[in-house]
């Protein structure tokens, strides 16, 4: 079993930057594939980025390539996403969760993760 906690989100104005952490309980972080989703009011659940067991391979949504950055500390439990040039529509709730179920390509659906974390509001200010 694996918990996952969210921190860092909050209120920023567009152009702005925020950086999310995902703590996680366990001794196997570093066997699990990370990634990170967001929820918009009204909105379905969407993916944003997405880490191997490494950090070394990651996948982004087209909508933040360039501007997030997802991270993790294998000695920390911890999974990172470095947020810049934020828009308005990033405004959601950011969800962390974890996969058991890497292969090799990073995971970037929702069936494929394990556990999630209860989620860090966002909230970009034009």
């Known amino acids: 079993q694996v918990q996952l906690v969210e921190s860092g989100g909050g209120l920023v104005q567009a152009g702005g930057s925020l950086k999310l952490s995902c703590a996680t309980s366990?001794?196997?972080?570093?066997?699990?594939?990370m990634g990170w989703f967001r929820q918009a009011p009204g909105k379905e659940r969407e993916f944003v980025a997405a880490?191997?067991?490494?950090?070394?391979?990651?996948y982004y949504a087209d909508s933040v390539k360039g501007r997030f950055t997802i991270s993790r500390d294998n000695a920390k439990n911890t999974m990172y996403l470095q947020m810049n040039s934020l828009k308005p529509e990033d405004t959601a709730v950011y969800y962390c969760?974890?996969?058991?179920?890497?292969?090799?390509?990073?995971?970037?659906?929702?069936?494929?993760?394990?556990?999630w974390g209860q989620g860090t509001q966002v909230t970009v200010s034009s």
């Open positions: 969760a974890a996969s058991g179920r890497y292969g090799g390509t990073v995971p970037y659906t929702m069936s494929v993760y394990d556990y």
């Open positions: 366990g001794r196997t972080f570093r066997s699990y594939a």
């Open positions: 880490s191997g067991w490494t950090g070394v391979s990651t």
